[in-house]
């Protein structure tokens, strides 16, 4: 079954995002449906993915448990299927998750361990990521001396995520939250880099968010880890000077990129080649991260 969006009528729906469609289960609780719409450039693309939702579920739920001891989550362990109606639990099974209701923060926490990406443009340009100054000559995809907190906003649909410095996040949350933010955001990457390395995929960037309850607890929330989020490559041919091989989006923003676009919506289609492709990339990232071990 693909889903390119969630039509679910027994609960009110808050909002559809890039991927993601939200519905208010009760006071306490929130339905997260993970569709198979792909973004890339902040643009929502016509061609879903086959599956892709159920693959990010599977591997954000993984992280969200295997990391649980660094920081709350947002996960209920309440069954999706209970929370809808009988004739509704197909669009839910395998791609949903009911979630606490917590308040997000405004930013996103991007760590990156990688010079690629916008971080590569930055340094080619100024010899900085962010603001950052790095070490000089370093080299495309080069691994750098330490993983780099490099927060962002978070951009509605259709516009992009801008970077943002440090003191701009503590002026946005708080001095103390920031620090709480980025030393969380570091210590999930660090650990998640060195599982991932294990079983063969670098992680050379990624991104959470995060939110509070009432408390004022953080927790992570959203998504984890997954090939929407994160920039993973294969370990055996990795190779420093050249963009790595994907099992991520990249592989279709590598493709967007040959095309005469503009970046803005609407979105050019995809052909079956890159869907396909894309399929198995990210089938594969979730085979070698989760199949391969019962931990």
Same mark, same amino acid.
């Given at each position: 079954?693909?889903?390119?969006?969630?039509?679910?009528?027994?609960?009110?729906l808050?909002?559809?995002?890039?991927?993601? +469609? %939200?519905?208010s289960? +009760?006071?306490?609780?929130?339905l997260?449906?993970?569709?198979?719409?792909?973004?890339?450039?902040?643009v929502?693309?016509?061609?879903?993915?086959p599956?892709?939702?159920?693959?990010?579920?599977a591997?954000?739920?993984?992280?969200?448990?295997k990391?649980?001891?660094?920081?709350?989550n947002?996960?209920?362990?309440?069954?999706?299927?209970?929370?809808?109606?009988?004739?509704?639990?197909?669009?839910?099974?395998?791609?949903?998750?009911?979630?606490?209701?917590?308040?997000?923060?405004?930013?996103?926490?991007?760590?990156?361990?990688?010079?690629?990406?916008?971080?590569?443009? +930055?340094?080619?340009a100024?010899?900085?990521?962010?603001?950052?100054?790095?070490?000089?000559?370093?080299?495309?995809?080069?691994?750098?001396?330490?993983?780099?907190?490099?927060?962002?906003?978070?951009?509605?649909?259709?516009?992009? +995520?801008?970077?943002?410095?440090?003191?701009?996040?503590?002026?946005?949350?708080?001095?103390?939250?920031?620090?709480?933010?980025?030393?969380?955001?570091?210590?999930l990457y660090?650990?998640?880099?060195?599982?991932?390395?294990?079983?063969?995929?670098?992680?050379?960037?990624?991104?959470?968010?995060?939110? %509070?309850?009432?408390?004022?607890?953080?927790?992570?929330?959203?998504?984890?880890?997954?090939?929407?989020?994160?920039?993973?490559?294969?370990?055996?041919?990795?190779?420093?000077?050249?963009?790595?091989?994907?099992?991520?989006?990249?592989?279709?923003?590598?493709?967007?990129?040959?095309?005469?676009?503009?970046?803005?919506?609407p979105?050019?289609r995809?052909?079956?080649?890159?869907?396909?492709?894309?399929?198995?990339?990210y089938?594969?990232?979730?085979?070698?991260?989760?199949?391969?071990?019962?931990?």
């Amino acid at each position: 079954m693909v889903l390119s969006e969630s039509s679910i009528t027994s609960l009110p729906l808050i909002n559809r995002g890039k991927v993601r +469609d %939200l519905y208010s289960v +009760d006071d306490d609780h929130l339905l997260i449906v993970t569709t198979d719409r792909l973004s890339a450039f902040d643009v929502i693309l016509p061609d879903p993915i086959p599956g892709k939702g159920e693959v990010l579920t599977a591997l954000a739920n993984f992280w969200f448990n295997k990391l649980a001891e660094v920081i709350p989550n947002q996960l209920t362990g309440i069954d999706p299927e209970t929370v809808v109606s009988p004739t509704e639990r197909d669009q839910v099974r395998g791609r949903a998750i009911v979630v606490k209701r917590l308040k997000p923060l405004p930013i996103e926490a991007v760590v990156r361990g990688y010079l690629i990406g916008s971080g590569w443009k +930055d340094y080619q340009a100024t010899g900085k990521v962010c603001g950052i100054a790095l070490p000089a000559d370093m080299q495309m995809a080069q691994q750098l001396p330490e993983p780099l907190f490099t927060p962002s906003t978070k951009a509605e649909i259709g516009t992009h +995520d801008e970077n943002i410095d440090y003191a701009t996040v503590e002026k946005t949350i708080g001095v103390a939250l920031a620090a709480q933010v980025r030393d969380a955001a570091l210590r999930l990457y660090r650990e998640a880099a060195e599982y991932a390395l294990e079983r063969g995929i670098i992680i050379a960037d990624t991104k959470f968010e995060f939110g %509070l309850d009432n408390a004022g607890v953080l927790h992570l929330i959203d998504e984890a880890l997954t090939p929407d989020s994160s920039r993973f490559w294969p370990a055996d041919t990795y190779k420093i000077g050249t963009s790595p091989p994907s099992f991520d989006k990249q592989f279709v923003r590598d493709y967007l990129e040959t095309l005469d676009w503009n970046k803005k919506a609407p979105g050019p289609r995809l052909n079956i080649r890159v869907i396909d492709k894309t399929t198995a990339k990210y089938r594969e990232a979730l085979t070698r991260l989760v199949s391969s071990t019962s931990s």
